[in-house]
């Protein structure tokens, strides 16, 4: 199973970048994609999750609005795009599987994960 992050970049507020998630060596037919993220001396955040078993999404307050979920099931792609980037968005940006495919903001549910893209967002 592998999942590889990538897309970051150094940008400034207000700005936008789009993270793509590419997954591969996995055949399980429902399964969540999340993203998460964590910022140097802070813990993993949960900020959006999309499932393929029921087609459910959702993303953490601090994100919603600004952040947009989607899944290319055919390219086994997972991209998040972040509009109106603030500099508190800065850290590095995981994607992650849960092979039950429930989709949920816990890390402690997802079974493997990628390397993840650092993002920075200067003011």
């Known amino acids: 199973v592998q999942l590889v992050e990538s897309g970051g970049g150094t940008v400034h507020s207000g700005e936008s970048l789009t993270l793509s998630c590419v997954t591969s060596g996995f055949t399980f037919g429902d399964y969540a994609i999340g993203w998460f993220r964590q910022a140097p001396g802070e813990a993993r955040e949960g900020i959006s999750y999309?499932?393929?078993?029921?087609?459910?999404?959702d993303y953490a307050d601090s994100v919603k609005g600004r952040f947009t979920i989607s899944s290319d099931n055919m390219k086994n792609l997972v991209t998040l795009q972040m509009n109106s980037l603030k500099p508190e968005d800065t850290g590095t940006y995981y994607c992650a599987v849960d092979i039950n495919g429930l989709g949920f903001f816990a890390d402690w549910g997802y079974d493997h994960w990628g390397q993840g893209t650092q993002v920075t967002v200067s003011s």
């Open positions: 999309i499932s393929r078993r029921d087609g459910s999404l």
